[in-house]
């Protein structure tokens, strides 16, 4: 994974100086897909491993193929699996997108243990990320992963402000689907409430001179220039199984 830090560094320039970072979701853990997907330019593709049909199992196949790209690898992860970073990066994943974050405790415990020493715990051995031994050790212990904080209840609405202090934190990100159902408003990203609330997200963001994203779920251009109009800058455009979805006969 010779180019992860070349990546991952470009992914953060952009942030740091409010460009947009394009990416995608993976929701179909197959090779042939991932192929597909990086040959359309996108910044990084990111593997639902919360709501997807994929596993850690995945990992390997698809980080050869998104790994040999110009596109980072990350994946989305829930709590469960908060406390496995060290073998998701083993296997060449560069970056994750942790699910449902509300306590800023959570965020510094990922960052720990996907860090070596002495900034983390993480463990280094043999590996894919690594070309098994073959990169330069003093090379691999500089590699840190982008890390992105899901925002997807009122409870981490509460604790925003904590959260975005995080040392380490490339970036907030809003599921728009379970934030709406934890504001009592499910789907209705119209709603005046549901509005108001994701402009107090960005705009706690841009005080705090930290990227904000979201993930749109539809491959809709009038829909990605009004969410750049808000101030979004890492942003999920689409994802496999929407794309597979337009394609229809009638």
């Given at each position: 994974?010779?180019?992860?830090?070349?990546?991952?560094?470009?992914?953060?320039?952009?942030?740091?100086?409010?460009?947009?970072?394009?990416?995608?979701?993976?929701?179909?853990?197959?090779?042939?897909?991932?192929?597909?997907?990086?040959?359309?330019?996108?910044?990084?593709?990111?593997?639902d491993l919360e709501h997807g049909s994929g596993s850690?199992?995945?990992?390997?196949?698809?980080?050869?193929?998104?790994?040999?790209?110009?596109s980072a690898f990350i994946v989305r992860i829930s709590d469960e699996n908060f406390k496995s970073v060290g073998r998701f990066l083993d296997l060449g994943v560069e970056g994750f997108i942790l699910s449902k974050v509300e306590d800023p405790k959570k965020i510094k415990e990922v960052i720990d243990k996907s860090n070596f020493p002495p900034e983390g715990d993480r463990g280094y051995g043999f590996s894919i990320s690594n070309d098994f031994g073959?990169?330069?050790?003093?090379?691999?212990?500089?590699?840190?992963?982008?890390?992105?904080?899901?925002?997807e209840t009122v409870k981490?609405?509460?604790?925003?402000?904590?959260i975005v202090k995080v040392k380490g934190l490339d970036a907030i990100f809003i599921g728009p689907y379970d934030l709406s159902l934890s504001l009592g408003i499910p789907g209705q990203f119209q709603n005046k409430k549901f509005q108001k609330t994701i402009l107090n997200v960005?705009?706690?963001?841009?005080?705090?001179?930290?990227?904000?994203?979201?993930?749109?779920?539809?491959?809709?251009k009038d829909d990605l220039k009004e969410n750049l109009k808000k101030g979004f800058t890492f942003i999920a455009y689409a994802m496999d199984s929407s794309f597979l979805k337009k394609i229809k006969l009638k």
């Amino acid at each position: 994974m010779k180019n992860n830090f070349i990546k991952i560094n470009q992914i953060r320039k952009k942030l740091k100086t409010n460009k947009p970072s394009f990416g995608t979701w993976m929701q179909i853990p197959h090779a042939d897909i991932a192929k597909i997907l990086t040959n359309n330019n996108f910044d990084w593709i990111a593997l639902d491993l919360e709501h997807g049909s994929g596993s850690i199992n995945d990992i390997p196949k698809l980080s050869f193929v998104i790994g040999d790209s110009k596109s980072a690898f990350i994946v989305r992860i829930s709590d469960e699996n908060f406390k496995s970073v060290g073998r998701f990066l083993d296997l060449g994943v560069e970056g994750f997108i942790l699910s449902k974050v509300e306590d800023p405790k959570k965020i510094k415990e990922v960052i720990d243990k996907s860090n070596f020493p002495p900034e983390g715990d993480r463990g280094y051995g043999f590996s894919i990320s690594n070309d098994f031994g073959l990169q330069d050790m003093s090379e691999t212990l500089k590699f840190k992963p982008l890390i992105v904080a899901m925002i997807e209840t009122v409870k981490g609405l509460k604790n925003i402000n904590r959260i975005v202090k995080v040392k380490g934190l490339d970036a907030i990100f809003i599921g728009p689907y379970d934030l709406s159902l934890s504001l009592g408003i499910p789907g209705q990203f119209q709603n005046k409430k549901f509005q108001k609330t994701i402009l107090n997200v960005i705009n706690i963001c841009k005080k705090n001179k930290i990227a904000c994203g979201i993930h749109m779920t539809e491959p809709k251009k009038d829909d990605l220039k009004e969410n750049l109009k808000k101030g979004f800058t890492f942003i999920a455009y689409a994802m496999d199984s929407s794309f597979l979805k337009k394609i229809k006969l009638k």
